[in-house]
């Protein structure tokens, strides 16, 4: 809005006070509005936030898949396997891949994850004369040769 | 439309500029732009521009005479640089108006120009002579000839104009390495599935998600919640959970180790890495645990070749075995 200065003066020595005036006396002129197109989403808030307008862009995050096609935005909440190592590197921290052991001489587990070692001989035909012996303790797994020893 | 006599007004005073008396002073403004020469402009700022009614202003930079043309330049003083040129042929009839706009910023997704505007010229004689007089070029400080705020409209901030749809990079288990690694974690990059989507956008419930629309308050209430949304299908079965963030993610699944001599190199199963549950040792003998003590007992000796990195048993040369009841 702009005043002129000399007009203003006079409007001040009106006294205080509030004037109500009528439309026809004040109504603004046409050519002073700019109406703007709204057809569609003006903007966005989160939470009751500030708006956010122009290019938006709508990131997928922590396990938040977003996907687009023809328009359509599909939302997958699916998680994050890794949310350890996320949580590790989102706080700038290192975590070294942990190793596993998943052979023993190119021999996986079984169904069950166990590995099972057996003190047998298969090139004998009664196999359970071995002196090998191999049982789990509380210190873990004995592998032992039944017999005496010299020492 | 205007009424014919609105331009002949115009010719008599500042309109479309602010007025300022320091433009009348010979000795601020030795060559004026005369009051005739603009009789009417109007300019749009486009949505990149970052124009801020409250502090920049439209104004008119600079005057060049130019082989029988004279050219106007203006610009805005916010802080992304734009211009809009107009040009006059020297004997160009009055009221001749002109729509001019600059170019777009570098924005992907920007389309309309960071200013547009038209130019409505009187009689330009004697801007052309002024101009000459000034040696060809006339630059004017940026609060001499200021575009009327009601001329321009802003559209900064005023509507949503596209939306693009990306993710953060999945979080993968690197590679093991004998090394320590010690390079500080990257900021994760954005991986685009669809950028500068404009036109009617709607959102699908996935896996989990359940999405609620609340018109009275314009809401759009996002949830994750198990079960709710898409049932699992065979897509996500065959991914084992997860959901593809590129084609190329299918084929190019983390390598769980290198190739070596021996063996050829392993990738996971798995698009974010690492090892399967049914492809790892969890118990030997029914021992489990993070660390399983193999433990050599009578006539039994149990080391560990680093070279070769195997773990040896053999029986104690000294040991005599006895078979049946020891």
């Given at each position: 809005?702009i005043?002129?200065?000399?007009?203003i003066?006079?409007i001040?020595?009106?006294?205080?006070?509030?004037?109500?005036f009528?439309?026809?006396?004040t109504?603004?002129?046409s050519?002073?509005f700019?109406?703007?197109?709204?057809p569609?989403v003006?903007?966005?808030?989160?939470d009751?936030?500030?708006f956010?307008?122009?290019?938006?862009c709508?990131?997928?995050?922590?396990?938040?898949v977003l996907?687009?096609?023809?328009g359509?935005?599909r939302v997958?909440?699916?998680?994050?396997?890794?949310f350890?190592?996320?949580?590790?590197?989102?706080?700038?921290?290192k975590?070294?891949p942990?190793?596993?052991?998943?052979?023993?001489?190119d021999?996986?587990?079984?169904e069950?994850?166990n590995?099972?070692?057996?003190?047998t001989?298969?090139?004998i035909?009664?196999?359970?004369?071995?002196?090998?012996?191999?049982?789990?303790?509380d210190f873990?797994?004995f592998?032992?040769?039944a017999?005496?020893s010299?020492? | 439309?205007?009424?014919?006599?609105?331009?002949?007004?115009?010719?008599y005073?500042?309109?479309?500029?602010?007025?300022?008396?320091?433009?009348?002073?010979?000795a601020?403004?030795?060559h004026?732009?005369?009051?005739?020469?603009?009789?009417?402009?109007g300019?749009?700022v486009g949505?990149d521009?970052?124009?801020?009614d409250?502090?920049?202003?439209?104004?008119?930079?600079?005057?060049?005479?130019?082989?029988?043309n004279l050219i106007?330049?203006f610009?805005?003083?916010?802080s992304?640089a734009?211009?809009?040129?107009f040009?006059?042929?020297?004997?160009a009839a009055?009221?001749?108006?002109?729509y001019?706009?600059s170019?777009?910023?570098d924005?992907?997704c920007?389309q309309?120009?960071?200013?547009s505007?038209?130019?409505?010229?009187?009689?330009i004689?004697s801007?052309?002579?002024?101009c000459?007089?000034?040696?060809g070029?006339?630059?004017?400080?940026?609060?001499?000839?200021v575009?009327e705020p009601?001329?321009?409209?802003?559209?900064?901030k005023?509507?949503?104009?596209?939306?693009?749809v990306g993710?953060y990079?999945?979080?993968?288990?690197?590679?093991?390495?004998?090394e320590?690694?010690?390079t500080?974690?990257?900021e994760?990059?954005?991986?685009?599935?669809?950028q500068c989507?404009r036109?009617?956008?709607?959102?699908?419930?996935?896996?989990?998600?359940?999405i609620?629309q609340?018109?009275r308050?314009?809401?759009l209430v996002?949830?994750a919640?198990?079960g709710?949304?898409?049932?699992p299908?065979d897509?996500?079965?065959t991914n084992?959970?997860e959901i593809?963030?590129t084609?190329?993610?299918?084929?190019?699944?983390p390598?769980?180790?290198?190739?070596?001599?021996?063996?050829?190199e392993?990738?996971?199963?798995?698009?974010?890495g690492?090892?399967?549950?049914?492809?790892?040792?969890f118990?030997?003998n029914?021992?489990g645990?993070?660390n399983?003590?193999?433990?050599?007992?009578?006539n039994?000796?149990?080391?560990?070749?680093?070279?070769?990195?195997?773990?040896?048993v053999?029986?104690?040369?000294?040991a005599?075995?006895q078979?049946?009841?020891?």
């Amino acid at each position: 809005m702009i005043f002129d200065r000399d007009r203003i003066v006079e409007i001040t020595q009106w006294g205080i006070g509030t004037y109500v005036f009528t439309r026809a006396a004040t109504e603004i002129v046409s050519t002073l509005f700019i109406p703007a197109q709204e057809p569609g989403v003006r903007a966005l808030t989160v939470d009751g936030k500030e708006f956010i307008t122009g290019d938006v862009c709508l990131v997928g995050a922590d396990g938040v898949v977003l996907t687009e096609q023809d328009g359509v935005i599909r939302v997958d909440v699916v998680g994050v396997p890794l949310f350890q190592r996320a949580a590790c590197d989102a706080a700038g921290k290192k975590k070294q891949p942990q190793r596993f052991v998943s052979t023993i001489n190119d021999c996986g587990p079984d169904e069950f994850g166990n590995f099972t070692i057996t003190a047998t001989d298969l090139n004998i035909a009664n196999n359970d004369t071995t002196v090998l012996r191999v049982y789990p303790s509380d210190f873990g797994l004995f592998i032992e040769a039944a017999g005496r020893s010299n020492i | 439309m205007s009424k014919p006599g609105f331009y002949n007004d115009n010719e008599y005073r500042a309109y479309p500029f602010i007025y300022n008396d320091a433009n009348d002073n010979p000795a601020v403004r030795p060559h004026p732009l005369p009051d005739e020469t603009i009789v009417d402009a109007g300019f749009i700022v486009g949505l990149d521009a970052e124009y801020d009614d409250a502090t920049d202003r439209i104004y008119l930079a600079q005057l060049v005479s130019a082989s029988n043309n004279l050219i106007f330049k203006f610009r805005s003083t916010s802080s992304s640089a734009f211009e809009v040129i107009f040009q006059r042929s020297g004997n160009a009839a009055e009221w001749l108006t002109e729509y001019s706009e600059s170019g777009t910023n570098d924005s992907t997704c920007s389309q309309e120009p960071m200013l547009s505007g038209f130019l409505v010229t009187g009689k330009i004689e004697s801007a052309v002579a002024a101009c000459v007089a000034a040696g060809g070029v006339l630059n004017f400080p940026s609060n001499a000839y200021v575009i009327e705020p009601a001329r321009v409209q802003n559209l900064n901030k005023s509507y949503l104009r596209s939306v693009s749809v990306g993710n953060y990079a999945r979080t993968v288990i690197p590679p093991c390495s004998d090394e320590e690694d010690t390079t500080p974690p990257e900021e994760p990059e954005i991986i685009w599935n669809a950028q500068c989507v404009r036109g009617p956008i709607r959102f699908k419930e996935g896996y989990n998600a359940k999405i609620t629309q609340i018109s009275r308050s314009n809401e759009l209430v996002f949830t994750a919640q198990k079960g709710a949304g898409a049932k699992p299908d065979d897509a996500l079965c065959t991914n084992y959970g997860e959901i593809p963030l590129t084609e190329d993610e299918l084929t190019t699944k983390p390598i769980i180790y290198e190739a070596t001599d021996d063996k050829p190199e392993k990738r996971s199963k798995f698009l974010s890495g690492g090892w399967s549950c049914k492809d790892l040792i969890f118990t030997i003998n029914g021992l489990g645990g993070s660390n399983v003590n193999l433990v050599g007992g009578k006539n039994i000796q149990i080391g560990y070749s680093d070279e070769y990195k195997a773990i040896t048993v053999k029986m104690l040369e000294n040991a005599q075995g006895q078979c049946g009841n020891g």
